[in-house]
Every structure is written in structure tokens, then in C-alpha cells.
T-cell receptor
């Protein structure tokens, strides 16, 4: 399967702490994307990083990409209760579809 | 601007029946993709359409089909429903391809009994 693996599967932190999620994948990619999903609803696109980029920031989000290790990480700084959700990485290979990871369930405790 | 609209939100069907799900993409988005989400298999790609043409198809049986209309609206159909087809079906639209990032709809929750 080309599906990515995310680590950890579940993460519980206190409000104000930072949360780090990792994603590993198996094939060469054009880009890697991170999505958030609240309670089984639709996914929300957070950030896209292209294969020639190493780091990208968007607000409280920081994404890194290491293509040599086929891995990426998502850092959420100063977490809030509203950040409680499942987070998915997804890899794009230029084939007009994305391969999604298994997801990390983040719980931020107020 | 309006987001991706999926209808219906919830659906209960009996084994053996067929079902049609609808998706209206964001205005100007020409690529529409469908994904199935289940607790066991996660998010699985079904198919992708661009300008009424299917450009890619996932590894699902022929009971799963779709189409896209000239206004970019898309439908997917599942025939001869099985219990295992119970899932959240998500539609995603993009300007031209997944490499631009998707905007997802809220999904259709299908339960097969």
C-alpha cells in the first residue's frame, strides 16, 4: 500500500503546549499535504509543501519535509482546545489523487 | 464563496439496493475527486474527474461508478450495495488537480443494513 503512516496514533496535551505529529511515506512525491478532520466531517486543508521545499509555516503551523527519509512532521504551537481533531498527511504523486495517512488523533485539554 | 456541497448528508439503504450521491464543487474548480472513509481502511481514493473525463480510478469494484457534468457537478453511484459499503463518502474539489490541494465537502454518511 502507498498509504502513509502517522505517528503517534493519538496524542493528548494541555492547552498552550506544542503538538508534533509525524508522517512517513513510501514512494517519491510531488508534494505532501496536511489536513484536519473534526468528528467525522469533511477534511480541511491546512498546508501544502512541495518536494523541493524543506520547511513551511502558516500561522501556528510548521511543516518540515525530508524527502531522503520520506518523512514529514507537523508542529502546532501554543495549542488550543479548538485544535482537537484528527490530522492526516497526504502525498501527491502527480497522478491526480492523494494517498492519505492513517491519521493522528489530537486531544487538547483546556 | 460557497464551499463544496454534498447531498444527502445521511443515507440508510438496504443490501442489494443502489445509491447515488451528489457533489457540487466550488465555482471554478474543474477537478472533482471522491474518497471513501472507513475506520478499518481509512481514506481510500475512488476516482477523479476533470472536465467530464475520468482521469484516475482507485482500486474499487465496478459497482462503484461516477460521472461529471459540464457544470463540474459530480455524482457517484454504488450498485448492489453490500454491508461493507457503509462509510463516509467524501467529495473534494480542486482548481485542476490534487497538487493544488483539495477543498472537501462535509461528506455523505451511508449506512447499509
Amino acid at each position: 500500500s502507498q498509504q502513509g503512516e502517522e505517528d503517534p496514533q493519538a496524542l493528548s496535551i494541555q492547552e498552550g503546549e506544542n503538538a508534533t505529529m509525524n508522517c512517513s511515506y513510501k514512494t517519491s512525491i510531488n508534494n505532501l499535504q496536511w489536513y484536519r478532520q473534526n468528528s467525522g466531517r469533511g477534511l480541511v486543508h491546512l498546508i501544502l509543501i512541495r518536494s523541493n521545499e524543506r520547511e513551511k509555516h502558516s500561522g501556528r503551523l510548521r511543516v518540515t519535509l525530508d524527502t531522503s527519509k520520506k518523512s514529514s512532521s507537523l508542529l502546532i504551537t501554543a495549542s488550543r482546545a479548538a485544535d482537537t481533531a484528527s490530522y492526516f498527511c497526504a502525498t501527491g504523486t502527480g497522478a491526480n489523487n492523494l494517498f492519505f495517512g492513517t491519521g493522528t488523533r489530537l486531544t487538547v485539554i483546556p | 464563496k460557497a464551499g463544496v456541497t454534498q447531498t444527502p448528508r445521511y443515507l440508510i439503504k438496504t443490501r442489494g439496493q443502489q445509491v447515488t450521491l451528489s457533489c457540487s464543487p466550488i465555482s471554478g474548480h474543474r477537478s472533482v475527486s471522491w474518497y471513501q472513509q472507513t475506520p478499518g481502511q481509512g481514506l481510500q481514493f475512488l476516482f477523479e474527474y476533470f472536465s467530464e473525463t475520468q482521469r484516475n480510478k482507485g482500486n474499487f469494484p465496478g459497482r462503484f461508478s461516477g460521472r461529471q457534468f459540464s457544470n463540474s457537478r459530480s455524482e457517484m453511484n454504488v450498485s448492489t450495495l453490500e454491508l461493507g459499503d457503509s462509510a463516509l463518502y467524501l467529495c473534494a474539489s480542486s482548481l485542476a488537480s490534487s497538487d493544488y490541494g483539495y477543498t472537501f465537502g462535509s461528506g455523505t454518511r451511508l449506512t447499509v443494513v
